[in-house]
């Protein structure tokens, strides 16, 4: 293509354009006005077809740019004075329409404000547990059930008697509830009385096992208790029903520490046991009279679970299962359920 300058090395389409245009421009300027050198040839003649096609290019692309400013401008005016939607109001009931006079102050009410409610607490609380349960999935991971059951049994906790409480908020009388020592560990200021029965061939007899640091009015109502025992089962034709006595731990030489083992019977004399099961909500009311007054909690006896998950339920009775079963035959009868 003839008087081309020198060609652009370039490939980008944007170039090429503005080469086109420059050289558009300089064919269309004088050539009066054209600068000259020493490589001037003022006799070639401009090749009409090579100006053409660049002034196409030339044009284009002007064009294109002010069509682009144009669209802007147009997009932005329009954005500018866009008119806002605008949203339906629902009506009012006159009654919910209510103006405070000038002088009246709002009335807030806060937490602090509320009524306290037991049953609200324990209906929030089991809620919370739902919803746990409820965003569990396939691939979550198991719920730390120990930690679930600590927080929730301080406010829905199994049925219990308190008999008194001090003004520091410690229990200062008898505790009943329906639960075993692998809920409620002993300790010194609380002890546990664990409603057990012996078992060991041809022996008879009530006794009780005391911690070896036990309080006077502890020993004085395990006494009780033993002789209460012995008088009912006379009353109810078992005369001479033999009072073994109490011990400690260490001169009996078992028991857990800090537990008070009421034990009213082997499980080998066959008559106490029917004596008992025929009588038994007035046998079960001699607990609670025996330690009335008394700083512990009556539990369930045994009731721990092995490393392998089995429970230790204690000795077996022909008549009432086992020892935890005979527990929870005393402790319905004393809670009343």
């Known amino acids: 293509m003839a008087g081309f300058m020198e060609p652009p090395q370039t490939t980008d389409p944007v170039e ?29 003649e401009v090749d009409d077809k090579s100006y053409g096609v660049m002034k196409f290019f030339a ?12 669209a802007r401008q147009e997009v932005m005016e329009g954005l500018v004075n866009m008119p806002m939607p605008s949203l339906p109001t629902p009506d009012m009931p006159d009654e919910l329409m209510v103006t405070p006079a000038p002088d009246t102050k709002p009335d807030i009410q806060t937490e602090m404000d509320k009524p306290y ?14 919803a746990v349960e409820a965003s569990k999935g396939l691939m979550s991971p198991p719920a730390d059930k120990e930690s679930i059951d600590e927080i929730v049994s301080t ?13 520091d ?41 005391i911690p070896d640091n036990a309080s006077p009015e502890v020993r004085e109502a395990a006494e009780k208790f033993n002789q209460m025992v012995v008088e009912f089962a006379a009353k109810h034709g078992y ?35 029917t004596i008992i ?10 607990y609670k009279t025996a330690f009335d007054g008394v700083t512990g909690r009556m539990v369930l006896p045994h009731g721990v679970e092995n490393s392998k998950g089995i429970q230790d339920r204690g000795a077996v ?15 319905s009868r004393l809670l009343g359920s």
């Open 317 to 331: 009775s022909k008549t009432f299962g086992d020892e935890y079963s005979f527990g929870e035959m005393i402790i």
């Open 16 to 44: 090429l354009l503005r080469y086109f245009q420059k050289e558009a421009q300089r064919r269309e300027t004088p050539k009066a006005e054209l600068p000259k050198g020493i490589l001037e040839r003022p006799t070639e």
């Open 117 to 130: 409610s037991s049953t609200s607490l324990i209906s929030e609380t089991r809620s919370n547990e739902r």
């Open 277 to 286: 099961n025929d009588n038994m909500d007035e046998f079960a009311q001699i």
């Open 59 to 70: 044009d284009w692309w002007s064009g294109t740019e002010d069509k682009v400013s144009e």
């Open 169 to 209: 908020g410690k229990v200062t009388g008898l505790e009943i509830v329906n639960a075993s020592r692998a809920e409620y560990k002993p300790t010194a200021e609380m002890p546990n009385i664990s409603l057990d029965f012996n078992s060991f061939k041809g022996a008879k007899g009530t006794e009780v096992i």
């Open 239 to 273: 005369k001479n029903y033999k009072n073994r006595g109490v011990k400690t731990t260490s001169e009996n030489k078992r028991g857990v520490s800090n537990t008070i083992h009421v034990e009213p019977f082997f499980t080998q004399d066959a008559k106490i046991e």
């Open 155 to 167: 406010v829905v906790a199994e049925p219990s008697i308190n008999e008194g409480q001090s003004t």
